[in-house]
């Protein structure tokens, strides 16, 4: 039987520290601020934009929701992006993905101010990932990354296989594994083979986006498993990247879901937006 990572239990011990972090911040004069833009009425987005609101509450920060119609144009969201931009009260700002069809995440991504983008999406940014000198870390991954660490594990030497290449999980999961000396491989829907690939590894991580994609079969036994993975199968019925019931078996280690690495994601955007008030006070 594995060792549940328990996200949430994590992710509630880190923003406990985030907050005396804020009161301490408060002192010397810093009011740190999130600005939260959701466009449109995806029911999964709003879930998180409330998730992240709450989080702000927790540990006494600002945030500001903008929350637009699905008809808004490109111009209208960037105009509002460069007024964030311009407002000292805004530390940090996200735009909630996915947008609307008619509308360049791209484009949107791009007018952050690369020293308020908590997400960590701005090609500065992404570039600063590469070198490993960066400022913010994006989310998930970070999330990922403190969860292994609070869970005593070392990657150093570790093989570890990342299933999934998107620009916000996997690809930059890749890089952090690698910062810590992991030896890391990126697979994806073209790779051949999968199972032979996933099974040799020590730690690994399922970012795919299919329900339970992973099966006990994919697994080396006594793996790390993470599982990136938010899937709504029934209106109340959540399930993860990994088929639970059969890893769980053979790993030492995994995520649950939900309460695994969605709380810890959650966290690191708190802790990026304590980190852009930081880079942008102006004392
Ligand atoms: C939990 C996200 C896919 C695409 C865009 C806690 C969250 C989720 C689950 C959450 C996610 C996923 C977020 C749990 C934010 C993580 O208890 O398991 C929190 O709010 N997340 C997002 O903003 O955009 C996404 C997943």
Redesign the pocket.
């Not at 879901?257 to 709380?263: A, C, I, K, S």
């Given at each position: 039987m594995a060792m549940i990572l328990n996200?949430?239990e994590v992710s509630a011990r880190i923003k406990d520290e985030l907050r005396d972090e804020v009161k301490a911040m408060k002192a010397r004069g810093i009011e740190p601020g999130l600005a939260v833009i959701l466009v449109g009425d995806d029911p999964?987005?709003a879930?998180?934009?409330r998730?992240?609101k709450l989080a702000c509450e927790y540990i006494r920060i600002n945030s500001f929701e903008y929350i637009l119609p699905k008809e808004t144009s490109e111009a209208e969201l960037i105009e509002l992006i460069q007024k964030l931009n311009n407002d000292s009260s805004v530390s940090g700002i996200l735009c909630?993905?996915?947008l609307p069809e008619h509308i360049s995440e791209e484009a949107v991504i791009n007018a952050i101010d690369p020293k308020k983008d908590v997400d960590a999406f701005h090609p500065v940014n992404v570039g600063k990932i590469m070198t490993g000198n960066y400022d913010f870390v994006p989310c998930?991954p970070a999330g990922v990354m403190e969860l292994i660490k609070e869970s005593g594990i070392d990657v150093a030497g570790k093989e570890c296989v990342v299933v999934g290449r998107s620009n916000?999980v996997g690809k930059p999961m890749a890089m952090l594994l690698l910062h810590q000396h992991g030896t890391v491989t990126i697979c994806h829907s073209r790779t051949k083979e999968l199972a032979e690939k996933t099974r040799c590894a020590d730690i690994l991580i399922a970012a795919v986006g299919i329900p339970e994609f992973i099966k006990g079969d994919m697994i080396k036994p006594g793996a790390v498993v993470i599982d990136v993975g938010?899937n709504r199968i029934a209106p109340k019925k959540?399930v993860g990247d990994v088929e639970f019931d059969t890893a769980e078996k053979l790993a030492a280690a995994i995520t649950p879901?939900?309460?695994?690495?969605?709380?810890m994601?959650?966290a690191m955007l708190m802790k990026n937006t304590l980190k852009a008030a930081e880079l942008n006070k102006t004392c």
């Open positions: 996200g949430k999964a987005s879930v998180y934009v998730n992240k909630q993905l996915p998930t916000i938010i959540l879901v939900p309460g695994g690495v969605g709380p994601t959650i």
